[in-house]
């Protein structure tokens, strides 16, 4: 799925797959890609928030708002780890980033819910 960014000078299309996650900055939003590539847009979390989930079929996106400055696509998410309060993703090229520990917490119990997973039980996705 794509959005379109349209500034003064420029119209942007952005491949919203191939986004892992949005960190807000003021009033600026970065785009962390799989890649590695992080692109900053003028406009804040919330604005994207909104034109993502209206990409999207009802229901559909793929991205959750997690607190007040990250909007991460699940499907890129390798593990949540509450004692250290880390969401690690299954790209390479990009570290850790740490959450608060009340949101943690939530993103593992609804990942957990999501992929019918137990507290240690392994099964087929």
């Not at 959005?3 to 003021?26: F, H, P, Q, T, W």
């Not at 390798?78 to 520990?101: E, G, Y």
Request: with cysteine.
């Amino acid at each position: 799925m794509k959005i379109c960014i349209n500034s003064r000078d420029e119209l942007r299309l952005i491949d919203m797959d191939s986004v892992v996650y949005l960190k807000a900055s003021g009033n600026y939003s970065d785009f962390f890609y799989a890649n590695g590539y992080v692109r900053t847009e003028l406009s804040c979390l919330s604005d994207f928030e909104q034109l993502i989930s209206s990409a999207f079929p009802a229901g559909t996106s793929p991205f959750i708002r997690l607190g007040r400055s990250l909007l991460v696509n699940i499907g890129y998410v390798a593990s949540v780890n509450v004692n250290k309060q880390q969401l690690s993703f299954s790209v390479v090229p990009l570290s850790p980033v740490r959450l608060p520990r009340a949101v943690a917490r939530d993103l593992k119990q609804f990942l957990s819910g999501k992929y019918e997973l137990g507290n240690s039980d392994i099964k087929a996705l």
